[in-house]
């Protein structure tokens, strides 16, 4: 499901608000996707980047971002 307003998402050790997103991310959000019946985002679009969030499970649920540059500059 795409989503193009900001959904505070969890996980053990973290909330995501808004505010916290942008400051790790570094860049403005644009829109999100959940998977089905998921609570944390597959996807996030912001200005510049497309960013798979990445579930890891060990002890804890927790997560990383790996950015992707959207619309790369070639000359």
């Known amino acids: 499901m795409m989503v193009c307003e900001w959904k505070t998402f969890s996980t053990d050790s973290e909330t995501y608000t808004l505010e916290t997103f942008e400051e790790v991310a570094g860049d403005e959000f644009e829109a999100m996707m959940f998977k089905e019946n998921e609570e944390i985002p597959a996807y996030i679009w912001?200005?510049?980047?497309?960013?798979?969030?990445?579930?890891?499970?060990?002890?804890?649920?927790?997560?990383?971002?790996?950015?992707?540059?959207?619309?790369p500059v070639c000359e």
């Open 46 to 71: 912001t200005v510049n980047y497309c960013i798979i969030v990445k579930k890891s499970t060990k002890l804890f649920t927790d997560i990383s971002f790996e950015k992707i540059p959207r619309n």
